[in-house]
């Protein structure tokens, strides 16, 4: 019997995980549509700013695999969107051929700054610990 009530727990303990997630990812989509950014090109834009912080610094998109939560066919038309929109740009690696590097743009960087005080705005409101 207690075996049934700790898998039962945890399974709560999952699905709350996942819907803290959906509401979160849903809220950040709102608050940034007016941008013409969603959730996971934001989150794209926030790790390119992080890993590569200098204007031209560029990322290995490899190292974005696994890092948002797309696949890596979607990440790449995920980057190929934020390319059209002047926010990324792309580029062979000159070693390995079938590396691609990405970076952001001036105006991919600005944008991010703008916007990045009202993603975590959402973050500090949906995951917020309650009082108790």
Not at 11 to 23: G, K, N, P, Y
Not at 52 to 79: K, M, T, W, Y
Request: with cysteine; aromatic share 4%.
């Amino acid at each position: 019997m207690a075996v049934e009530t700790a898998e039962a727990r945890l399974e709560e303990r999952w699905r709350d995980i996942l819907s803290v997630h959906a509401r979160t990812m849903c809220e950040i989509d709102r608050a940034l549509h007016p941008y013409g950014l969603g959730a996971s090109d934001f989150e794209v834009l926030d790790i390119l700013a992080a890993e590569s912080p200098g204007e031209g610094d560029q990322c290995r998109v490899q190292n974005l695999v696994g890092r948002v939560h797309l696949s890596q066919s979607a990440l790449s038309r995920l980057i190929g969107r934020l390319e059209k929109d002047g926010l990324v740009e792309r580029s062979v690696c000159a070693e390995d051929r079938r590396g691609v590097w990405v970076a952001l743009t001036r105006k991919g960087r600005e944008l991010h700054a703008e916007v990045l005080p009202l993603q975590r705005s959402v973050l500090g409101r949906m995951l917020e610990e309650p009082a108790g």
